[in-house]
């Protein structure tokens, strides 16, 4: 991965990371581990699909979904 792109990626993970703790409270490490494993088109997407969490539930089962592709 490239300087850029990898800068990019950390950009949108820490985005997105902020975004969840503001949603919905915080989050156990092996959640996070999970996120920052999303590639950046996904993050995208859980960008979005976070506005509709409510719990930390949300995330998981956004997270197992994501697997199952």
């Known amino acids: 991965m490239q300087g850029e792109e990898r800068g990019k990626l ?3 993970q820490k985005l997105v990371k902020r975004q ?4 919905v ?3 156990e490490k092996s ?3 999970q996120v920052e494993a999303v590639h950046i088109e ?7 699909a976070l506005l509709d969490f409510s719990t930390v539930t949300d995330l998981q089962e956004w997270l197992n979904s ?3 592709l």
């Open 66 to 68: 994501r697997r199952s």
């Open 25 to 27: 409270g915080e989050i």
């Open 20 to 23: 969840l703790k503001r949603r």
């Open 10 to 12: 950390l950009e949108a």
């Open 31 to 33: 959640l996070i581990k």
């Open 42 to 48: 996904a993050l995208e997407q859980l960008g979005e």
